[in-house]
Nanobody, 122 residues
Framework: QVQLVESGGGLVQTGGSLRLSCLHS????????MGWFRQAPGKEREFVGQ????????AYAEFARGRFTISADNTLNKVYLEMNNLEPGDTAVYYC???????????????WGQGTQVTVSS
């Protein structure tokens, strides 16, 4: 059974940084691709970025490019989302997700964490 546990959320001022972590476990093939999503109040969940752990492929949403970085430490079974120059619009619950494939959308992710709250104050 795949388990995903996010951590690292919190309150930060505009322009600040946060690093989210996702500790993952379970069958390796089910965690080939790890993704980050976010959901702000009253909005739909949106893709932030993803990483193919064995190959290092990464992909980002347009808003994340240049400010967010996804990385993986396969020895620790952790995936990270480094967020810099944060804006109030980045306020959301951030979710870690796992897929057996190079997912093309949230529907292709089979496993989800509980989420961690990120709040950016102005």
């Amino acid at each position: 059974q795949v388990q995903l546990v996010e951590s690292g959320g919190g309150l930060v001022q505009t322009g600040g940084s946060l690093r989210l972590s996702c500790l993952h476990s379970g069958p390796t093939f089910s965690r080939n691709t790890m993704g980050w999503f976010r959901q702000a109040p009253g909005k739909e969940r949106e893709f932030v970025g993803q990483i193919r752990r064995s190959l290092g492929w990464v992909a980002y949403a347009e808003f994340a490019r240049g400010r967010f970085t996804i990385s993986a430490d396969n020895t620790l079974n952790k995936v990270y989302l480094e967020m810099n120059n944060l804006e109030p619009g980045d306020t959301a619950v951030y979710y870690c997700a796992a897929s057996s494939d190079w997912a093309l959308g949230s529907l292709e992710y089979q496993y989800w964490g509980q989420g961690t709250q990120v709040t950016v104050s102005s």
